[in-house]
């Protein structure tokens, strides 16, 4: 048997959906730059490396006209997916128990192809497999998502796996091994607690990291023979060798040399080849993990982004506010929106106004619906202007590009407010039977403590807001959930877990919308 078959089939890698591998988001990224690529919703999608579909299924769920296809080397955690797949009634998903090395071009094109986790992981035959399958299963106008270890962030990282691996040698078992490697880790943390050196500040902090992260991302992530990172221009190069093209990061902000520093960015700034300046972008920030799409070399791209291209999509808000909200009223007086690359600033009436309300949409806004949004709010009545005000003024593309706004192409649907029907989606009732983990309508993984799976598995379109509360009580008494007071002390009456249960059960709907939980009435 294959090592990592071995391996993967013993300790099962956790498989959870990555937001940032969704079709959409690649369909968005794709689009700023001059693609054309093809809709998620009736997109042919390839995973290499899929695990038990956590990332996959759902993608599946939510395009029933889109055909998936995940391999994997895991006869366990396919099978585990298939269970899923199988459960739910899936007709456009295949899970298959395959080496990357035994996936050919007789496959068929793909309109999308994510590896994630797997680049930097395998050995140096695979990674070529994975760029030829790329290069000869890729659509024309196709995107692929790769991630991997990047240098030279991962030099410093490299010295605590090699710590552990040194311990681990002489165990066996990865229960042993996990365990070996936290106690070194915890020895190492003891030893150096009143050193306050750069390299001591280093460890403690990844160290502590490392103290969070489940065994199996110990095992598979930090533990495996091969991690292989290496510099972004080496990945570009090998991508290339392949006749595939760098075609933009996952964030875009990442590629932006104006969010750096000031004094670095404005020499940085002067490098027109993208590679060479994603590279020095690089060192500047000790980068150690990347997460790279890809286009065929034969696609001519759009570098040269324009102002009025915000226009296409929907926007939406990924900052905090400082200031007085009563600031907006007040002429002159500053209101701040930032986030951890970029600050604005303003004292404009308009601009005030036009970033305050984005802040405040809870899900992403289209660029057109919110000029209607603003013609509302303000006193400006003439389209043209608020346009002119946003694309030019305010330059809504500059702040994209710093991160403060995301955006995307399609709309997302759940509900904002607990609706009429409470409903959520028949994936997430079916991992409420088995995890406190759910998947949500932006494909993120939420976690819920027990009270809120029990409220959860009662969103099943029986039940309204209104009148939820007493079947709520009913299942916390049949299922012996405890409800606490506010000390910590556990409800007994059943008259008070009845009374309970009709406001807490509110509270937790709001969160459930605001998780993106709930679907649309």
């Known amino acids: 048997m294959d090592s990592n078959t071995y391996s993967y089939d013993v300790t099962q890698y956790e498989s959870f959906p990555y937001k940032q591998t969704h079709p959409n988001h690649l369909y968005t990224l794709g689009s700023l730059f001059g693609l054309k690529p093809k809709p998620y919703a009736t997109a042919r999608i390839l995973e290499l490396g899929c695990a038990s579909g956590g990332n996959l299924i759902p993608m599946a769920c939510g395009a029933p006209e889109n055909e998936c296809v995940g391999i994997d080397l895991s006869i366990k955690q396919i099978e585990e997916g298939r269970q899923v797949v199988q459960s739910l009634g899936l007709k456009n998903i295949d899970l298959r128990h395959q080496s990357i090395l035994d996936f050919h071009a007789s496959e068929g094109q793909f309109d999308y192809i994510i590896c994630h986790g797997i680049y930097s992981w395998v050995d140096e035959p695979i990674r070529n497999k994975i760029m030829q399958i790329c290069r000869e299963n890729l659509a024309e106008q196709g995107i692929v998502f790769m991630s991997y270890n990047t240098l030279p962030g991962w030099n410093m990282v490299k010295s605590i796996r090699d710590m552990m691996k040194y311990h681990v040698q002489s165990f066996n078992t990865p229960q042993e091994k996990a365990t070996q490697a936290r106690s070194i880790l915890k020895f190492i943390l003891a030893g150096i607690k009143d050193q306050k050196t750069p390299y001591s500040n280093f460890l403690e902090s990844e160290i502590n990291l490392l103290s969070k992260q489940s065994d199996n991302y110990l095992l598979h992530d930090h533990l495996e023979d091969v991690n292989h990172a290496l510099y972004f221009y080496e990945f570009v190069e090998h991508a290339k060798q392949n006749r595939l093209n760098y075609l933009s990061d996952t964030e875009i902000s990442h ?267």
């Open 255 to 521: 590629m932006f040399p104006a969010n750096l520093p000031a004094g670095i960015s404005q020499e940085i700034s002067k490098i027109t080849d993208i590679v060479r300046l994603g590279q020095y972008m690089d060192f500047v920030r000790n980068q150690r993990f990347r997460q790279t799409l890809l286009c065929h070399e034969s696609i001519v791209l759009n570098r040269n982004l324009q102002t009025d291209q915000i226009m296409d999509f929907h926007l939406k808000f990924e900052g905090v506010v400082e200031g007085d909200e009563n600031a907006l009223s007040v002429d002159e007086a500053p209101l701040s929106f930032k986030n951890n690359l970029i600050t604005l600033t303003v004292k404009n009436h308009f601009s005030k106004i036009a970033m305050w309300l984005l802040s405040q949409q809870k899900k992403p806004i289209f660029y057109g619906d919110f000029i209607s949004l603003l013609l509302r709010e303000t006193k400006i009545q003439d389209r043209n202007k608020i346009q002119h005000m946003l694309n030019q003024e305010l330059n809504l593309m500059r702040l994209a590009l710093g991160g403060i706004i995301t955006l995307s192409c399609e709309p997302l649907h759940y509900a904002l407010k607990p609706p009429t029907t409470l409903r959520s989606t028949p994936l997430v009732q079916h991992q409420l039977l088995r995890s406190s983990l759910v998947t949500n309508q932006r494909h993120e993984v939420v976690r819920l403590n027990t009270v809120e799976k029990v409220l959860l598995k009662l969103c099943n379109g029986t039940h309204s807001p209104q009148h939820i509360g007493r079947a709520f009580a009913e299942k916390l008494i049949a299922e012996k959930v405890p409800l606490l007071k506010e000390d910590g002390s556990i409800v007994q009456e059943k008259e008070e877990i009845y009374r309970r249960s009709e406001y807490i059960s509110k509270e937790i709907l709001n969160l459930f919308a605001g998780n993106a939980l709930l679907l649309d009435a």
